[in-house]
């Protein structure tokens, strides 16, 4: 289990980049929304001066506790972690007595630290129990979603958040095995069940349907993409300060389209990014999870 005693094994995305993005100098309010380890933190802490704030969420209590351990020599007076979804971040900051911030980052989905977990169950290598929540006392185990979840609902899940060819054939091989009083609650059976609707799960085209289906159930069971969306229209806007910049990581094209979407032409935002950065060869080498990423910048311009 992910614990305050454990080392982080996470390597945090494209660091050079989101620090030159986030033009960062003494004396800034700086919202990491997505904590993690604290990675990305710890580079933001050493920006900020004696004078400048840092408030880190995490909606993973593990994750926070963490972070708490990795930042703990630093001991910057301006810090303040806090277990919350950014969705929240309005509420936080009020709490904490902060108006507006002049900096956002948000390096969405998970870290390495959860993945190989075996206790929470998100990725097929580590194995374990399928629970994938962040928070656990939150929404509901994946496996409780596959143990109740009709067929169809369970397809528009694979379909719409993990856009799976196979969504139909994979709903249908997990309805049939709990029909037969064998329910899918390991990671295990779930690859088995991808495996047997779509052909060896060790094949590529197997092991990236598994992929697929594992990021499906996540983004369903933390209703992950309500979060997001809810942070850049409803919660930007009135927590930016006048040309405070916000920057953003995605690994997959539903969250890059809905980032994408949310400031492309829209009243108050100005698109620093022409084009995403990605990670560069070099890094994609020594870091194989920053290959899927897309780095995205904006200007808050004020509302009119
Ligand atoms: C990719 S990791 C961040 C890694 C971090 N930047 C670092 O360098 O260590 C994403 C983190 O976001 C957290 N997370 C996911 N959804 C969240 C949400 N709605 N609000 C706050 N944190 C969230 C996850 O628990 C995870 O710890």
């Known amino acids: 289990m992910t614990s305050a005693d454990q080392r982080s094994v996470h390597v945090p995305v494209m660091p050079r ?3 030159q993005w986030l033009q960062l100098s003494a004396g800034l309010t700086v919202l990491d929304g997505t904590l993690g380890a604290g990675g990305h933190s710890r580079l933001i ?8 704030r840092l408030i880190g969420l995490d909606r993973d209590p593990m994750m ?10 630093i001991q910057h007076p301006g810090t303040s972690f806090v277990r919350s979804s950014y969705a929240d971040a309005e509420t936080v900051l009020q709490t904490l007595g902060i108006e507006r911030v002049d900096r956002v980052l948000l390096d969405l ?7 190989s977990d075996r206790e929470r169950g998100f990725g097929f290598d580590a194995g374990g129990p399928l629970d994938m929540r962040f928070h656990p006392h939150e929404n509901k185990p994946v496996s409780e979603l596959l143990r109740t979840l009709e067929g169809s609902e369970l397809e528009k899940i694979f379909r719409e958040f993990g856009e799976e060819p196979a969504a139909a054939k994979v709903a249908s091989e997990i ?26 799960a060790k094949n590529a085209g197997g092991r990236n349907s598994a992929t697929r ?13 309500q979060h997001v969306e809810r942070m850049l229209t409803n919660v930007l ?9 916000v920057v953003i990581l995605t690994f997959h094209s539903l969250e890059d389209r809905i980032v994408k979407n949310a400031f492309k032409g829209h009243q108050g935002w100005q698109v620093l990014t022409k084009t995403p950065v990605e990670a560069t060869p070099a890094e994609v080498r020594l870091n194989p999870r920053s290959r899927s990423a897309k780095l995205r910048a904006t200007k808050w311009l004020g509302s009119c």
């Not at 802490?45 to 400048?52: A, C, D, R, V």
């Not at 926070?64 to 020599?73: D, G, K």
Request: charged share 20%; glycine share 8%; with cysteine.
């Open 17 to 19: 980049e989101v620090m």
């Open 45 to 52: 802490l050493k920006s900020l001066g004696e004078t400048g």
């Open 64 to 73: 926070l506790a963490l972070a708490t351990q990795n930042l703990a020599s």
């Open 109 to 115: 989905g998970l870290s390495s630290d959860q993945l």
């Open 175 to 200: 309805v049939r095995r709990r029909q037969q009083g064998n329910p899918v609650v390991t990671t295990e059976d779930l690859e088995a069940c991808v495996s047997a609707a779509v052909g060896a």
């Open 213 to 225: 289906v594992f990021q499906a159930l996540r983004i369903a069971a933390n209703n992950e993409l």
């Open 237 to 245: 806007p009135n927590i930016m300060k006048t040309d405070g910049i």
